[in-house]
């Protein structure tokens, strides 16, 4: 298993940018899949972006692609999300999650994540 915690939400005006981190604990975040997904209040957790196990695959949300981008740095067991060009929508609590298996395929699908951090709320004014 995998430790998660994120870190770096606040608020934030409408095109404003935040940068988000998720520190991993434990010895094998890098060899496995991460990502990020958010939650708004009343609405099911949506994908937001993930990365292969070293860096080299991403894959975004379409409501993010270009504004979003997710990296990581294992040396540091540390996922990142730089957030720029804020909008109101981008409202949501934040979580970071690991792949369940090791080198395993990208995936946006919640189920496919083992291990979930407790979240960091982003809010976005207008």
């Known amino acids: 298993q995998v430790q998660l915690a994120e870190s770096g939400g606040g608020l934030v005006q409408a095109g404003g940018s935040l940068r988000l981190a998720c520190a991993a604990s434990g010895r094998t975040f890098s060899s496995r899949a991460m990502g990020w997904f958010r939650q708004a209040p009343g609405k099911e957790r949506e994908f937001v972006a993930t990365?292969?196990?070293?860096?080299?695959?991403?894959s975004y949300a379409d409501s993010v692609k270009g504004r979003f981008t997710i990296s990581r740095d294992n040396a540091k067991n540390t996922l990142y999300l730089q957030m720029n060009s804020l909008k109101p929508e981008d409202t949501a609590v934040y979580y970071c999650?690991?792949?369940?298996?090791?080198?395993?395929?990208?995936?946006?699908?919640?189920?496919?994540?083992?291990?979930w951090g407790q979240g960091t709320q982003v809010t976005v004014s207008s």
């Open positions: 990365i292969s196990w070293n860096g080299i695959s991403k």
């Open positions: 999650a690991a792949g369940t298996v090791s080198y395993g395929s990208l995936s946006q699908y919640p189920r496919d994540f083992g291990s």
